[in-house]
Nanobody, 123 residues
């Protein structure tokens, strides 16, 4: 089992930045891919970014490409999502997810999920 705990969400003005963190515990995560997804009220969960833990392969959604960076700290078993130039449409609950193997962009390919952290961007 893998447990995931997100942190770092909050209220920020448009144009601001936030760094989300996802701490993984339990089984070794060295072979797990990590992903970030988000869900706004009344909308479906959507892909944001994902990173293969070992190969370093990275995917970004077009909506955040160029504004966001996913990274990881192996020693801390933590993955980060740095988000810059935030827009009101980035407002959502952000979820961290993990899966064995390579990174994927479909949320239902991930078997482990955190509880989510709220990001609210005011205009």
């Amino acid at each position: 089992q893998v447990q995931l705990v997100e942190s770092g969400g909050g209220l920020v003005q448009a144009g601001g930045s936030l760094r989300l963190s996802c701490a993984a515990s339990g089984r070794t995560v060295s072979s797990y891919a990590m992903g970030w997804f988000r869900q706004a009220p009344g909308k479906e969960r959507e892909f944001v970014a994902a990173k293969s833990w070992s190969s370093g392969t990275i995917f970004y959604a077009d909506s955040v490409k160029g504004r966001s960076t996913i990274s990881r700290d192996n020693a801390k078993s933590t993955v980060y999502l740095q988000m810059n130039s935030l827009k009101p449409e980035d407002t959502a609950v952000y979820y961290c997810a993990a899966r064995v193997g390579a990174a994927r962009i479909q949320w239902d390919d991930y078997g482990y999920w955190g509880q989510g952290t709220q990001v609210t961007v005011s205009s």
